[in-house]
């Protein structure tokens, strides 16, 4: 055989190897930038743990790494004068680009290598306390939650569940209209289908997980940029889209199906964007049940680099949800049956975000929104089908501005503004009704067509450091409501004390205030009167890291309440006389994904108590959960297997009980006992998660079961009471899921 046969022979064996090889690896790009100016970090170095693989970043901060292999690593970004950050879960799949964005804080203390110390919980200085970020991989593999971002965040410190059919987030005590959420910068006025205002139910995020970069949840005590919430913020940030390649997700499970587009467009501009669609109507159906729920989702990104100082981004998303059901009814307060109810729900909301670096130590966002949210119900008997219904539409246009700068490393500042048109509309109208106590409430029309009203806002805010183990931060916050013709300040303040290189005392008060909203402003022309309800938060909390990957922390917090509108009685009007406080304290502990193990464990014990006038009693707050323990673990077992664990115990929520029976006219009506005087059984369960992966020759494809409640726990949501024509009481319990598994399937290619 000559040499050139020879030659040819072994490009002809060898070739197919080498590109199996290759279809067994990906590439890892993204941005290493300084967390307070945004400014790129040209130089810094990324390594991928447990390889010789890294890569520099360039003049624009941009790196990009090169026949990684497929599979899940620690990726690590260090740059001389910075802290170290680790990202822990970064997910490479073959043929694929997987991006992974830095932001480094400056080391408090000069040195002169690079900091060798590896920071897993980096956080902006301005949150001190009481504050939690996870990655979508944490996210995607929590038991629990069938990859639902609200369920994910139900085991976190101080938060409480409605049961496995809410995804409502119940925050210190508080109730879920007091949470911010924030999309890109963008409010979400009802960010869970099958939610409304007013209610603590809903099923699943409208946000695919798929499409973020970070989540940071603030349950209390949070600082002045974020306005007119008393409990929590719940701010996410999407992807920016990927630079390098195209890469396509689909998703089915029990809930839905899915599918995300990621890559690149034309010029320097990339997009990131997912749909989704509800299978609850066809399990319904399977099922035979008289409810056919659905529900659709989209959430899209596309973002533009004008310039290497200037970047454009515009985040949209629309959802629908339908509810058809035939079949008597019967309101949990009321004796009127119902026949048929016919719901539909639908939201949009749009953003444009222009992000430019002023200056080498200032930036500045400045963010142009619309969001527009629609609720529209029937319901009635086989003759009047719209006995009883409801329109009601929300929309706001938002202008919203901030900078930041840096004077120097020991003095940072930030402003901005905000102003919100608001138009709201609110036409309802329901029969003639009796309540199971005897109430009788007359037939009764409601019409709310206000003029645009405004809402305004402006705050600034100043960290310094006067020591490298000190930072402060101050800051003060003015909103007005043109509606009310109220003006609002609320000042806050924070502090972090690094007591020794892994030890901190963190401590942080604040006013809040939450302007009334529309649905309790709308059932009667009075209510326009109302003022916002107040809050002060004061927690101190002590942190310490175990290890770079592991910390515990320690939080006391105390919330007051002031003005806080609630019913006098069962006419549509509302007042500010209500008070109340909600206190507690946290343990967590939290280790990251290292060494294929990652888990949490955390325990609150709290109570949360209101009065509704000032001389009036005060009672359990319907949201009162005294006790909450959350353990949580995960681990690889090799060969693409991964499991997981969940044990969640709360005590049971408050409800009123009955106390006795009353003839009227010939019938028994229940008499209501002292409010919120008995609880429902304690809640508990425990999760289990199981994945497998696979990674095929260019694509990989993982498929998992989500089993909820495996002992099957009968954890009793309600009761419901019904007197007979005896007065004798019967009481029927409403459970929460029994023994639920939850079937997926993720393909990424």
């Not at 997910?91 to 804080?105: E, K, Q």
């Not at 310039?307 to 309101?331: A, C, H, M, W």
């Not at 019409?447 to 183990?469: A, D």
């Amino acid at each position: 055989m000559t040499a050139h046969l020879r030659i040819t022979a072994a490009v002809l064996f060898l070739a197919p190897l080498y590109i199996l090889s290759a279809q067994q690896h990906g590439t890892l790009s993204g941005e290493v930038r300084d967390a307070v100016t945004r400014q790129p970090l040209p130089g810094a170095t990324v390594t991928v743990a447990g390889t010789a693989l890294g890569a520099a970043a360039n003049d624009e901060g941009y790196f990009r790494i090169d026949g990684v292999p497929a599979g899940r690593h620690s990726v690590r970004a260090s740059v001389i004068g910075y802290e170290a950050v680790t990202t822990a879960e970064v997910t490479v799949h073959p043929l694929r680009n997987t991006t992974a964005n830095f932001r480094l804080t400056a080391s408090a203390v000069e040195l002169d290598a690079v900091d060798v110390r590896t920071e897993y919980f980096a956080r902006p200085a301005e949150n001190a306390v009481s504050v939690r970020t996870l990655s979508p991989e944490e996210i995607r593999r929590s038991p629990g939650s069938a990859e639902d971002i609200f369920r994910v965040m139900q085991s976190m410190p101080g938060v409480a569940t409605a049961g496995g059919k809410s995804a409502q987030l119940i925050v210190r005590g508080g109730s879920p209209d007091e949470n911010l959420t924030l999309l890109d910068n963008v409010e979400i006025y009802n960010p869970i289908h099958f939610a409304r205002s007013g209610e603590s139910m809903g099923i699943i995020s409208i946000i695919n997980p798929s499409l973020l970069e970070n989540v940071d949840f603030l349950t209390g005590a949070f600082p002045a940029r974020y306005g007119d919430r008393l409990s929590s913020v719940f701010d996410m940030t999407m992807k920016d889209g990927n630079r390098e390649t195209f890469n396509t997700d689909v998703n089915v499970n029990i809930a839905g199906f899915g599918t995300m587009l990621d890559g690149p467009l034309s010029g320097n501009s990339r997009m990131v964007f997912s749909v989704r669609r509800g299978f609850f109507d066809i399990l319904t159906s399977i099922m035979d049940r008289p409810a056919a729920p659905q529900y659709y989702d989209a959430v899209g990104k596309v973002t533009v680099d004008l310039d290497p100082d200037n970047r454009l981004s515009i985040v949209g998303f629309y959802y629908i949800d339908q509810i058809e059901k035939e079949g008597t009814t019967k309101e949990s307060s009321a004796m009127t049956k119902y026949e048929v109810l016919s719901r539909d729900d639908y939201g949009s909301a749009f953003g444009l975000t222009w992000r430019s670096l002023v200056a080498r130590d200032a930036f500045i966002t400045t963010t142009l929104s619309f969001t527009g949210n629609g609720w529209s119900t029937r319901q009635g008997t086989l003759t009047d089908r719209e006995l009883r219904g409801e329109d009601i539409l929300e929309n706001e246009l938002t202008l919203k501005s901030e900078s930041v700068w840096q004077l120097n490393p020991a003095f940072e500042a930030s402003a901005g503004f905000t102003v919100k048109a608001v138009d709201s509309r609110n036409e309802s109208w329901l029969p003639a009704d009796t309540s199971r106590t005897g109430i009788i409430t007359p037939a009764g029309t409601i019409t709310f067509l206000p003029s645009m009203e405004w809402k305004n806002g402006l705050y600034g805010q100043l960290v310094v450091r006067p020591l490298p183990s000190l930072t402060l931060t101050g800051g003060l916050r003015a909103d007005h409501f043109t509606m009310t013709g109220e003006t609002t300040i609320s000042p806050r303040l924070a502090g972090t004390w690094r007591i020794t290189g892994t030890t901190s005392l963190n401590a942080a008060w604040g006013l809040y205030a939450q302007t009334p909203q529309s649905y309790q402003i709308a059932p009667d022309p009075r209510n326009a009167a109302l003022r916002s309800a107040s809050a002060r938060h004061a927690v101190l909390g002590l942190e310490h890291r175990v290890g770079d990957d592991t910390k515990a922390t320690l939080e006391v917090y105390r919330k007051d309440l002031e003005d806080v509108i609630v019913a006098p009685d069962s006419s549509h009007l509302l007042v500010n006389t209500g008070s109340g406080f909600a206190q507690g304290i946290e343990l967590s502990v939290q280790r990251k994904f290292t060494e294929g193990f990652a888990g949490s464990a955390s325990y609150s014990y709290s109570t949360s108590q209101r009065r509704d006038t000032p001389d009036g009693p005060l009672y359990d707050f319907e949201f009162d959960r005294p006790h909450i323990v959350n353990l949580i673990g995960g681990m690889e077992l090799g060969n693409g297997w991964q499991v997981g664990a969940k044990f969640m115990f709360a005590s049971g929520n408050p409800y009123t009980p009955p106390d006795g029976t009353v003839l009227r006219g010939g019938v028994y009506y229940i008499l209501d006992g002292p409010l919120n005087s008995a609880r429902y059984p304690d809640y508990h369960k425990i999760d289990l998660r199981v994945d497998k992966q696979w990674i095929l020759t260019g694509w990989s494809i993982t498929a998992y079961i989500d089993l909820w409640n495996v002992y099957n726990r009968d954890n009793i949501i309600s009761y419901s009471y019904k007197a007979d024509t005896a007065g004798n009481i019967t009481r029927t319990a409403r459970y929460d899921f029994g023994i639920t598994p939850i079937l997926g399937v993720t393909a990424k290619f």
